[in-house]
């Protein structure tokens, strides 16, 4: 069964702090990718990785396919980035969905 | 220049009705597709579209029906809407052929309610 995990459910942090959001996922993935759906409702594409890292500014992402996991790590923290995070993977021609992340950060 | 636009952003309807959203992208993608976030957040495909042809169909009821004039616009129509189908719609496209596995763009959403 293609399944998209996602932890913790809900995040509050103090602006600052480094933030880790993990996902796991099943086996035959051919990327994964991690989305910042905004209060407002708009759906943004943070990350496509299928192997390493990748950095945008102060969001990191990581993913290990022997572990069939990856981590979305948000350096810094401030509240805009404030948002529910999803992580989502492609399992042949479809993408899989986590239940997200609710990230509040605290001024 | 938006990206990907929906029209309408919201729409409120009454059950049995038969109501469309519209999906148009500027970025000369191939691929298009709509999702369904429910009340939970949780969102799902529904459908994929390449080139105006059909790619994905997920189980969704029949009653839902997507058409694509033309690779750049990707309609949804519903029929007989339900309470169920409330929920919020978003249409979304990617570069190539395979779609699925590339970036997406999505759109603003539509947010649906069925009373």
């Known amino acids: 069964k293609n399944e998209v995990e996602q932890s913790p459910q809900n995040l509050t942090a103090q602006e600052g702090e480094f933030i880790t959001i993990n996902c796991s996922y099943s086996?035959?993935?051919?990327?994964l990718h991690w989305l910042q759906q905004h209060p407002g409702g708009g759906i943004v594409s943070l990350f496509m990785l299928s192997s390493g890292k990748k950095k945008h500014g102060r969001l990191i992402a990581t993913i290990n396919i022997q572990e069939k996991h990856s981590s979305l790590h948000i350096t810094a923290s401030h509240p805009r980035d404030s948002a529910v995070y999803i992580c989502?993977?492609?399992?042949?021609?479809?993408?899989?969905f986590g239940a997200g992340t609710i990230l509040r950060v605290k001024s | 220049d938006t990206a990907v636009s929906q029209t309408p952003k919201y729409l409120v309807t009454q059950m049995g009705n038969d109501k469309s959203i519209k999906c148009e992208q500027n970025?000369?993608?191939?691929?298009m597709y709509w999702y369904k976030q429910d009340s939970k957040k949780f969102l799902k495909i529904m459908f994929s579209?390449?080139?105006?042809?059909?790619?994905i169909n997920e189980t969704v009821p029949n009653r839902f029906s997507p058409k694509s004039p033309d690779k750049a616009h990707l309609n949804l129509h519903i029929n007989s809407l339900e309470l169920g189908d409330s929920a919020v719609y978003f249409c979304a496209s990617s570069q190539e052929l395979r779609g699925v596995g590339d970036e997406q763009y999505f759109g603003p959403g539509t947010r649906l309610t069925v009373t």
């Open positions: 970025l000369g993608h191939d691929t």
């Open positions: 989502a993977a492609t399992y042949g021609n479809k993408l899989v």
């Open positions: 086996v035959g993935i051919s990327a």
């Open positions: 579209y390449n080139n105006k042809e059909l790619i």
